[in-house]
């Protein structure tokens, strides 16, 4: 039996739109065995598609095609820890441990590489998908078919905040909600940022992060879909987060903060119940996740 661990992710990280994106400590575990039929379950009750459509056993069989190799069925189950629709990256953990399951039951057969490619043909952007694959904080561009990253681990200083909302917001639709053009200054705004955050974190300045998150090209198009996302984020800054941004395409607000901040929770898990608007909301601790999925051979 194949065992696969996958990271939860946030994407985007502010400005760096279908670009940037981080693992962080919550994780989907999923099991594979050869099979002549196609047999998956849920282990935790979580309600998943059970048949050729579940998006694990679709990636799986990318797999087999691109190897040339049948496929009638496979053995799957699937521990959904990280929550559906909510912007921390589910979907990417079906795809990426449909991948590394299917490539170590054939034998390995694809590089990292290939793989990672074949996610984000899968996902249709890297941000979400590399640092699933990788761990810690990536940089990704998909260019004529071919992903190229660049992965820093992410400070064991620093901790993640994650305002989770009992409502789901299907990336489709947040997606649906952007601009098709943007203006030559919104684009340069965001460049400029995206370049700043992956230097903070590679430089371990975080004191930059605040302004290097700020987005114009598509924080403000989904914040109306997220109820309370402002009151979230005005929460969350005025608590002293680093950076404050939409985690993926929502609804999850990710707030990034210093580690050694514990009292962070104690003031928001206070102030959480004081506002109508964000009684919807959880708060979640989180670290990095600096190693990524992880197969074992059990
Ligand atoms: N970059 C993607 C988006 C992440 O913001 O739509 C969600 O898949």
């Known amino acids: 039996m194949i065992k696969?661990?996958?990271?939860?992710t946030s994407a985007n990280v502010g400005?760096?739109?279908?670009?940037l994106g981080l693992a962080?400590?919550?994780?989907?575990?999923?099991?594979?065995?050869?099979?002549?039929?196609?047999?998956?379950a849920s282990s935790d009750g979580t309600h998943i598609p059970t048949g050729s459509?579940?998006?694990?056993?679709?990636?799986?069989?990318?797999?087999?095609?691109?190897?040339?190799?049948?496929?009638?069925?496979?053995?799957?189950?699937?521990?959904?820890?990280?929550?559906?629709?909510?912007?921390?990256?589910?979907?990417?953990?079906?795809?990426?441990?449909?991948?590394?399951?299917?490539?170590?039951?054939?034998?390995?057969k694809l590089t990292s590489r290939q793989m990672l490619t074949l996610a984000t043909a899968i996902e249709g952007h890297p941000?979400?998908?590399?640092?699933?694959?990788?761990?810690?904080?990536?940089?990704?561009?998909?260019?004529?078919?071919q992903v190229y990253s660049v992965k820093k681990c992410i400070d064991t200083e620093l901790a993640f905040a994650a305002?989770?909302?009992?409502?789901?917001?299907?990336?489709?639709?947040?997606r649906a909600a952007l601009p098709a053009m943007v203006s030559h200054?919104?684009?340069?705004?965001?460049?400029?940022?995206?370049?700043?955050?992956?230097?903070?974190?590679?430089?371990?300045?975080?004191?930059?992060l605040g302004v290097a998150t700020k987005d114009s090209l598509h924080q403000q198009y989904r914040l109306p879909l997220i109820e309370g996302g402002y009151e979230v984020f005005e929460l969350a800054q005025d608590m002293g987060a680093l950076a404050v941004y939409i985690s993926g395409a929502g609804p999850t607000i990710m707030a990034v903060i210093h580690r050694d901040d514990t009292e962070f929770f104690d003031r928001v898990a206070?102030?959480?119940?004081?506002?109508?608007?964000?009684?919807?909301?959880?708060v979640h601790r989180l670290l990095a996740d600096n190693v990524g999925a992880a197969v074992e051979v059990q």
């Not at 696969?4 to 939860?8: F, L, Q």
């Not at 400005?15 to 670009?19: E, I, R, T």
């Not at 640092?131 to 260019?143: E, H, I, N, Q, R």
């Not at 705004?189 to 590679?202: D, E, P």
């Open 4 to 8: 696969v661990t996958v990271p939860a």
């Open 15 to 19: 400005a760096g739109f279908d670009s």
């Open 24 to 40: 962080v400590s919550m994780h989907n575990v999923f099991t594979f065995e050869e099979s002549d039929r196609i047999q998956i």
């Open 53 to 108: 459509n579940n998006l694990v056993f679709r990636s799986a069989r990318a797999v087999y095609d691109q190897l040339g190799i049948p496929l009638k069925g496979l053995r799957i189950t699937q521990r959904n820890d990280i929550p559906m629709a909510r912007g921390l990256g589910s979907s990417s953990a079906c795809i990426v441990a449909g991948i590394l399951g299917a490539n170590a039951l054939l034998g390995d």
């Open 127 to 145: 941000d979400n998908v590399a640092p699933a694959m990788l761990g810690g904080f990536v940089t990704s561009v998909y260019d004529e078919g």
């Open 163 to 174: 305002f989770i909302p009992d409502f789901r917001l299907l990336t489709s639709k947040a």
């Open 185 to 208: 200054k919104d684009a340069v705004y965001n460049l400029s940022r995206a370049a700043l955050a992956t230097a903070a974190f590679c430089d371990g300045d975080y004191s930059l």
């Open 270 to 282: 206070a102030a959480l119940p004081q506002n109508e608007k964000l009684r919807h909301f959880t």
